[in-house]
Structure formats: structure tokens, C-alpha cells
Nanobody
Framework: VQLLESGGGLVQAGGSLRLSCEVS????????TAWYRQAPMKERELVAW???????KYSDAVKGRFTISRTNAKSTVYLQMNSLRTDGTAVYCC???????????WGQGTQVSVSS
């Protein structure tokens, strides 16, 4: 099983980025998926979550600015990030959790840096 994130980079405050997470080795429709982030010197936090029917949840810090989506046919999860702030600087990782089993998989992460 492999989760491969891409789309990170350096952006100015107020800008946008779209992260992608390609999942291979499992059937994505059997998994709930989420994006987490970890900023320097801080604990990892949940950013956004989406299940197979498409229900979503967001942290209060990103609600209204970030959108999580997924395409099972492409086995990919996305995170559209708008109106980025400097506190969005972090390594962003995706996670896939098996709904009817014990599978729990993480990607290596992609760096997002937001400058003022």
C-alpha cells in the first residue's frame, strides 16, 4: 500500500494550493481518508476528512477556506487550500483508514510553506 502526496510548495499568504494524494494497493472505496498537518514544534492535527459517500469534516482553523474531495476512479484524494495564511506552513500528510477492517496507512507528506 502506498500513499503519495504532491502539490506542496511555497506560496504567499492569500494564495492557493491544491494537494493530491494518490493511493495504490487498496480499493479506495473501502477507506475513509483524511489530511493532517504538522507544523514545526507542534503536534500533528487533523485538517479535513472525507468518507466514501462524500461526507466531510473540517477543523475550525480551515473551515470555509479548504475543501477536501476524492475520486475513487482515480484513487486520489485532494485538498484545495484557498486564502492560505502563514500558520498553514506545515508538512501535510494523507491517511487512509479501512472502514470494515484494521488497515491504517499514511503518506510521507508534502511541505507547504506560506510566506507573509
Amino acid at each position: 500500500v502506498q500513499l503519495l502526496e504532491s502539490g506542496g510548495g511555497l506560496v504567499q499568504a492569500g494564495g492557493s494550493l491544491r494537494l493530491s494524494c494518490e493511493v495504490s494497493g487498496v480499493r479506495l472505496s473501502m477507506f475513509d481518508t483524511a489530511w493532517y498537518r504538522q507544523a514545526p514544534m507542534k503536534e500533528r492535527e487533523l485538517v479535513a476528512w472525507i468518507n466514501n459517500p462524500g461526507a466531510t469534516k473540517y477543523s475550525d482553523a480551515v473551515k470555509g477556506r479548504f475543501t477536501i474531495s476524492r475520486t475513487n476512479a482515480k484513487s486520489t484524494v485532494y485538498l484545495q487550500m484557498n486564502s492560505l495564511r502563514t500558520d498553514g506552513t506545515a508538512v501535510y500528510c494523507c491517511r487512509a483508514t479501512e472502514r470494515m477492517g484494521t488497515g491504517n496507512y499514511w503518506g510521507q507528506g508534502t511541505q507547504v510553506s506560506v510566506s507573509s
